[in-house]
């Protein structure tokens, strides 16, 4: 007898672990930049200009004197004689909030379209594959970078190969799995935005620290691209297409007790029929596309859907492109790796599960509709706690994120169960795409304004207090 969870065999959950794998190596590369961006603008010059601790100065009780003092206070600040502030680049600043932000989100968001476009007409798993190539390769090209336009190119580069992951892999898992496992399918899958994320703070500021070679934070770039690779060598040769049919609906109707139980070969014969309605009917691209987005216009509760998610993405990338700015600003002195580390994989990953599992439970019992409560809920408990993340100073801070990362991220996976729930077979890839192009054009690009806000109200901390726990409790309100 096979091996099953859930009702689904064990090649399928393997299948989800592998993606879920090439996902979380796309994530490094994608936040390492916030990670490294202090050693980045200093070696290639780029962005704001302040006073730092002497990278040579081990002393600890001489950081918080630097911060703030302009340029002639900063180069008089020494002890016997020896100074230990220096003047040099912060790694903030409006060009690191472009190069975060809209450099990569400008193709990755209609990169994404055009994949899952041709994701609904092709071998998806082949097209995973390429992507998980071309991201690994960006990151290790970025390593070799010596030059702001360099960083620029290389960066529309990763966003382009990134683009194909939610939209492919959603829909490969649409066609893995039945309604009753598909929420914590998705939520698996999406774990590898948090170990990507608590990942490229270890990456980031350990593989840095540790000057391999003497290139800094080059090799946290080579080490991001590289088991990239081998990752994608595992799903191109231990990952099978899933067939493209409605058996994920027959499935549900069958849990449901619709089908027939005294006529099993009529059911047979429905089947076969609809496998070969849709390999008959397969729609060209821009038809794909133009069904995907009437659908999207004229479905109320997809656009408020699309609404609530894009405010929250907002949030999650204010958060997540400042974080080590806002520590290396109010705490230098904190090891930010091992911490966001723990909060990030262990809160996050532990967030987005038991969202999938809550979900579908609630589901289970309620209805497809109810889904939309974890969503509601979940936000509403987030909010308070991230603005004690802000509040709070070190260690407090940090239990206080983890705890709201256990609720905060219930959302992603729970919304992109939703979105492919209400959506035909035949164009899932292009919807998520088309979900993703939204969502992420405006939680990517609004992050943007962190850098002329914070001097409006007074400091990044006050910024943050808007932009990331503001727009948790207005995300919820949709």
């Known amino acids: 007898m096979a091996l099953t969870f859930r009702g689904e065999s064990w090649y399928s959950w393997y299948s989800v672990i592998i993606m879920m794998g090439c996902y979380a190596f796309g994530e490094l590369g994608h936040f390492l930049i916030g990670i490294v961006s202090r050693p980045l603008a200093q070696d290639v010059k780029f962005g704001d200009q302040g006073c730092l601790p002497n990278r040579t ?52 968001t209609v990169m994404g ?50 683009a194909g992951c939610s939209p492919l892999t959603a829909s ?38 540790a000057n391999i070679i003497g290139q800094g934070w080059r090799w946290s770039y080579f080490l991001t691209g590289l088991p990239g690779l081998i990752m994608m060598a595992l799903l191109i040769t231990t990952v099978k297409e899933p067939q493209r049919t409605d058996v994920v609906a027959k499935k549900a109707s069958a849990e449901e007790g619709v089908l027939s139980e005294n006529h099993p070969e009529t059911d047979d014969h429905l089947l076969a029929e609809s496998t070969n309605q849709v390999k008959q009917e397969k729609p060209n691209g821009f038809a794909t596309f133009c069904k995907a987005l009437k ?53 996050g990953s532990i967030g987005i599960a038991s969202g999938g599992i809550i979900s579908d439970l609630v589901v289970s019992k309620y209805g497809i509709n109810t889904r939309l409560w974890v969503l509601v809920i979940s936000q509403a408990v987030a909010s308070p706690l991230a603005a004690m993340v802000l509040y709070l100073s070190p260690p407090y801070c940090f239990i206080t994120l983890l705890s709201a990362y256990l609720f905060a991220e219930m959302w992603y996976g729970v919304a992109m169960t939703v979105v492919v729930e209400m959506i035909p077979a035949e164009i899932r890839s292009t ?36 932009m990331y726990s503001g727009f948790y409790l207005l995300s919820k309100r949709f």
Not at 59 to 78: L, P, Q, R, V
Not at 435 to 445: L, Q
Request: glycine share 10%; charged share 10%; aromatic share 16%.
């Open 295 to 347: 659908l999207f216009v004229s479905n109320p509760a997809i656009l408020m859907l699309l609404l609530a998610a894009s405010v929250r993405h907002t949030a999650s990338f204010c958060w997540a492109y400042n974080t080590q700015i806002y520590f290396n600003l109010y705490y230098p002195e904190v090891d930010l790796g091992s911490w966001m580390l723990l909060c990030s994989i262990v809160g």
């Open 431 to 466: 919807a998520v795409a088309l979900f993703a192009f939204v969502i992420s054009n405006i939680g990517g690009n609004v992050p943007i304004f962190i850098a002329p806000l914070k001097h409006v109200v007074g400091g990044l901390r006050q910024a943050l207090y808007i």
């Open 57 to 108: 100065d081990t002393n600890k009780d001489h950081i918080k004197d630097c911060f703030g003092s302009n340029y002639t206070s900063c180069s008089e600040m020494t002890i016997n004689s020896t100074t230990y502030c220096e003047w040099n680049y912060l790694g903030s600043g409006i060009e690191y909030q472009v190069l975060a932000g809209p450099a990569f989100i400008a193709v990755f």
């Open 172 to 209: 490969i898992v649409a066609d893995k799995f039945s309604l009753r496992s598909r929420g914590l399918a998705m939520s698996l899958f999406n774990w590898g935005i948090y170990f990507g994320y608590g990942l490229a703070f270890t990456v980031g500021n350990y593989v840095t620290q």
């Open 113 to 162: 379209i055009i994949l899952g476009v041709i994701g609904d007409l092709y071998n998806r798993v082949r097209l995973l594959s390429l992507c998980v190539t071309v991201y690994s390769l960006m990151a290790i090209l970025t390593g070799f970078s010596s030059q702001y336009w360099q960083l620029i190119l290389l960066r529309f580069g990763f966003g382009a190969g990134e």
